[in-house]
């Protein structure tokens, strides 16, 4: 494949300048492990990893990440999906990244919800331009859960197929609703 204009993948489409829905990045197979595995991780309040104003609306769980309560599998599972965008060439070709931040792994509750935020463009002593959400659900699995940006052009509500993700500018404004 190239990188020229010619480039076309029938899994990537492209709208509002900088949302990219990647299809199918990860196999039904990994899907699988990636739930399993988090069916029975240990989770924390979401709020532990939320900068500034995102802590007050930030209300959902993560994998637990703190020294005393880390999931013991949680980096092996980060460097799982690392190592899936690295080799997945769409997301290279759209992303561009020189290094891939460790992924949060959320989970909503009925009733949760990440309200209107903006992610942190630096985490730790990192800059981090681009934001991925990853779908491990199937939508016909669960009622809400749309991941919703909103872009000068209009809001875009998002639900993609499990295995699918999304990729925007951190800078957008976006939201998260579980009912």
């Known amino acids: 494949m190239g990188t020229d204009s010619t480039w076309r993948n029938p899994d990537v489409t492209t709208e509002h300048g900088m949302l990219t829905c990647l299809e199918n990045l990860i196999d039904e197979a990994t899907v699988t492990r990636l739930r399993d595995w988090l069916s029975s991780a240990t989770f924390e309040d979401g709020r532990a990893t939320a900068g500034g104003n995102a802590r007050l609306v930030k209300h959902n769980e993560q994998v637990s990440s703190a020294p005393d309560t880390r999931d013991p599998r949680l980096k092996e599972m980060q460097t ?65 859960g749309e991941l919703v940006i909103d872009f000068a052009t209009g809001t875009r509500a998002i639900k993609l197929s499990a295995g699918s993700g999304v990729l925007y500018a951190t800078t957008a404004a976006d939201s998260a609703w579980q009912w």
């Open 80 to 144: 799982l999906i690392e190592d899936l965008l690295w080799d997945y060439e769409p997301f290279m070709i759209a992303a561009q990244p020189s290094k891939i931040k460790p992924p949060l792994f959320s989970r909503y509750l009925p009733g949760m919800h990440y309200g209107t935020h903006m992610d942190n463009a630096v985490m730790g002593r990192m800059r981090v331009d681009l934001s991925i959400t990853l779908f491990l659900s199937d939508p016909s699995d669960y009622d809400g």
